[in-house]
């Protein structure tokens, strides 16, 4: 049996070998070392972990490792390159 799941994590292409019972969100934070998704109550209620999958909001608390195979994922730190640079102090909107 073939354990392995692939995913793109803000565009870049990762292979693992999938655990049993991991969470996305523990799989990003220690296996990729994108801390940037929080744990918080780790019972899909209060929304820190929220990442997005194929462009959708997901909770990744609760979300299974294995269910990411063929998935694009964003997390805050993809979301940071998309940010807009903010207007230089000062300088009014009209």
Request: proline share 6%; net charge negative.
């Amino acid at each position: 049996m073939n354990n392995q799941i692939s995913f793109t994590v803000n565009g870049i292409k990762h292979t693992l070998n999938a655990k049993p019972n991991e969470t996305l969100s523990d799989l990003l934070r220690y296996r990729l070392r994108l801390t940037g998704t929080k744990i918080g109550c780790d019972e899909a209620e209060c929304g820190a972990c929220t990442i997005l999958v194929d462009g959708e909001p997901v909770v990744s608390c609760i979300y299974p490792a294995e269910r990411a195979d063929g998935k694009t994922i964003v997390t805050i730190e993809g979301l940071a390159s998309l940010t807009p640079t903010p207007l230089p102090q000062g300088e009014g909107l009209g």
